[in-house]
């Protein structure tokens, strides 16, 4: 089992055993953890990052039994000819609205610019906001048909270390928001259903289905071309 593999699995079993909140605080302190190269910790902060909001969409999902999550799903660009596939971290659908999040873990403190620009503490840049909004222009395909007047908001997730530092103007803070485990249900909209759930639950098996097998042709595809094993 791999490394951040094995992390998911222990913070999912804390989280069944002791309850979300020890579990959370149990992957916070893991981002400090100072094993593992470049390559690797980065990675493995990912994976935290990945299954804290897990843990947190589990719990909603409790409470809101009709409610839906999609974890890693991969899409192919329906309208083009190409191989390019796009992956979304997380969707949560609702009754009101559907949700396509992307998790952030990036180490240290950070500004964030623009539409959702992310500025790391070496300068380098991220968009985060470009990402997000083509993984929902890819779902908005697959969902077509299954509401009249379609609903979506694109979610920022972070949980990292260092201070963030939100420079972006009140519009852009309101149309990609910036959420953490404190704040993520500040963002869920409690407006009319527009969203058809029962076609949706049916369909979520059969989007999972086509998930995976889009992930191991890319997975496929990476090796070949990187001489993996």
């Not at 094995?6 to 916070?28: M, P, W």
């Not at 997380?90 to 609205?97: A, D, G, H, K, P």
């Not at 963002?187 to 086509?210: C, H, M, Q, T, Y």
């Given at each position: 089992?791999?490394?951040?593999?094995?992390?998911?699995?222990?913070?999912?079993?804390?989280?069944?055993?002791?309850?979300?909140?020890?579990?959370?605080?149990?992957?916070?302190?893991?981002?400090?953890?100072?094993?593992?190269?470049?390559?690797?910790?980065?990675?493995?902060?990912?994976?935290?990052?990945?299954?804290?909001?897990?843990?947190?969409?589990?719990?909603?999902?409790?409470?809101?039994?009709?409610?839906?999550?999609?974890?890693?799903?991969?899409?192919?660009?329906?309208?083009?000819?190409?191989?390019?596939?796009?992956?979304?971290?997380?969707?949560?659908?609702?009754?009101?609205?559907?949700?396509?999040?992307?998790?952030?873990?990036?180490?240290?403190?950070?500004?964030?610019?623009?539409?959702?620009?992310?500025?790391?503490?070496?300068?380098?840049?991220?968009?985060?906001?470009?990402?997000?909004?083509?993984?929902?222009?890819?779902?908005?395909?697959?969902?077509?048909?299954?509401?009249?007047?379609?609903?979506?908001?694109?979610?920022?997730?972070?949980?990292?270390?260092?201070?963030?530092?939100?420079?972006?103007?009140?519009?852009?803070?309101?149309?990609?928001?910036?959420?953490?485990?404190?704040?993520?249900?500040?963002?869920?909209?409690?407006?009319?259903?527009?969203?058809?759930?029962?076609?949706?639950?049916?369909?979520?098996?059969?989007?999972?289905?086509?998930?995976?097998?889009?992930?191991?042709?890319?997975?496929?595809?990476?090796?070949?071309?990187?001489?993996g094993s």
């Open positions: 089992m791999k490394v951040k593999d094995s992390a998911r699995k222990h913070l999912l079993d804390i989280y069944e055993k002791y309850g979300s909140k020890v579990a959370i605080e149990t992957a916070r302190a893991s981002l400090t953890i100072s094993k593992g190269g470049s390559e690797f910790k980065p990675q493995f902060n990912g994976e935290i990052c990945e299954t804290v909001l897990e843990i947190i969409l589990k719990e909603l999902c409790k409470k809101n039994s009709s409610w839906i999550y999609l974890k890693s799903v991969v899409l192919p660009d329906t309208e083009t000819l190409s191989d390019f596939l796009t992956e979304i971290d997380f969707v949560l659908i609702t009754e009101s609205c559907i949700y396509c999040i992307e998790c952030k873990s990036y180490a240290g403190d950070k500004t964030i610019i623009n539409e959702g620009t992310v500025v790391l503490k070496n300068g380098k840049k991220r968009d985060v906001y470009k990402q997000d909004l083509l993984h929902l222009e890819v779902l908005g395909k697959l969902l077509h048909g299954f509401s009249k007047t379609p609903k979506y908001k694109i979610v920022f997730f972070n949980f990292s270390t260092g201070e963030v530092n939100d420079l972006r103007d009140h519009i852009w803070k309101e149309k990609f928001p910036l959420v953490n485990d404190s704040t993520f249900t500040t963002i869920l909209e409690n407006s009319k259903p527009v969203w058809d759930l029962v076609g949706l639950r049916r369909a979520a098996p059969k989007i999972e289905k086509f998930s995976k097998q889009n992930r191991d042709r890319h997975l496929a595809y990476v090796k070949s071309k990187h001489g």
